[in-house]
């Protein structure tokens, strides 16, 4: 998949009328949407420069397939989440970006496996973080590492994205899902 550049992004976020902060996170997700694959991205961007690291933004397909909501697995709709998630810990077990404001997902309820867009929407808090998967190796499936939260594969890459998010001294963080342009 491509990693675009900081000018590439500022078009796109301006075609869209988003916000484009000197620091926040993108997530890209993938035309392909290989099943329970990490084939998206997650950029952090900081000023001028965007750093990639490999990712999902769409949940595993254990949780497409075992629903743990009646209404669909959730599936983050693609949108500018300004200030909606913040430093905390992922299952109270450690640092990673946990939701603090609303956000709109779809709900897949149809129990295959490919995550989708669909017509049924859900706002709220649902716990949809920004974490990683194993803790000390690649993950290659993602399985039951995203029941819709924004995951990265590779504990490193994560664990400098947070580092940076730290060191940043922000009280909240924005995150912009786009589809692949």
Known sequence: MKQYTVDELKKEFTRLGYQFPKFHLVGIRSKANKPNEFDDLIGLVEDTRVSWYTATTNPGTYWLKNLLNPKGTAVLKPGQYLDSWKLGLHK??????????????????????????TSVTDKGLFGINIHRAN???????????SAGCQVLNNPSQFNMLIEKCYDSKLPTFTYTLLNEF
Request: charged share 35%; hydrophobic share 40%.
């Open 92 to 117: 109270g077990k450690y640092k990673a970006l946990v939701q603090a404001k609303p956000i709109t997902v779809f709900r897949d309820g149809d129990k295959d496996i490919i995550a989708e867009e």
């Open 135 to 145: 803790p000390s190796a690649i993950s290659r499936f993602i399985d039951k590492w």
